[in-house]
């Protein structure tokens, strides 16, 4: 959102990006002074923003950069640049209101943008851990494997002459 106008005296607003960038401290935005002036006087606020263009950057994952300008009815151009800018997920402090213009919004914002998938993490000791584990269930699916082999073979050719192998029958 581009701040028009704000509660505090010189357009300030004072916002909490903790949920941004992790940084709690509060952070100072101010309008412009061109617009300050008109959006203090409501009337001529209505009259100079009636038709007004905001031409900017297309949306980007980039939270502390911004480049646009605020073409006027009247053909002036006005500047935006990233103090005059509050991205969404940022929290007013000390601040009543502000009026401003939306600018991205939705899936558009640098909040959303900047939004990935976690990743997951795993240590070396779990990812060792993980191929000792498989290596170990090879191993012993395949010494099942030679034991039941040879055991049916051992049964076949051996196994008759031990009565005790098959009891109740008889050669």
Request: net charge neutral; aromatic share 8%.
């Amino acid at each position: 959102m581009m701040m028009l106008s704000s509660s505090l005296p010189k357009g300030i607003a004072y916002v909490e990006t903790k949920n941004l960038d992790g940084e709690t401290n509060l952070k100072h935005k101010q309008a412009n002074k061109a617009v300050l002036r008109m959006a203090n006087d409501e009337q001529a606020c209505l009259n100079t923003y009636n038709g007004s263009k905001i031409d900017c950057e297309g949306p980007n994952e980039h939270l502390y950069k911004f480049e646009g300008n605020l073409t006027l009815t009247d053909g002036a151009v006005i500047p935006i640049d990233p103090d005059q800018i509050l991205l969404r997920g940022s929290c007013l402090r000390n601040t009543e209101w502000v009026i401003g213009v939306c600018v991205y919004s939705g899936h558009e914002t640098k909040i959303m943008k900047n939004g990935t998938n976690a990743v997951a993490k795993t240590s070396k000791i779990a990812k060792s851990t993980n191929n000792y584990i498989l290596i170990t269930m090879l191993f012993q699916l395949c010494l099942s494997l030679i034991a039941a082999v040879g055991s049916s073979l051992w049964t076949y050719y051996r196994g008759g002459d031990y009565w005790y192998l098959y009891p109740g029958e008889t050669n």
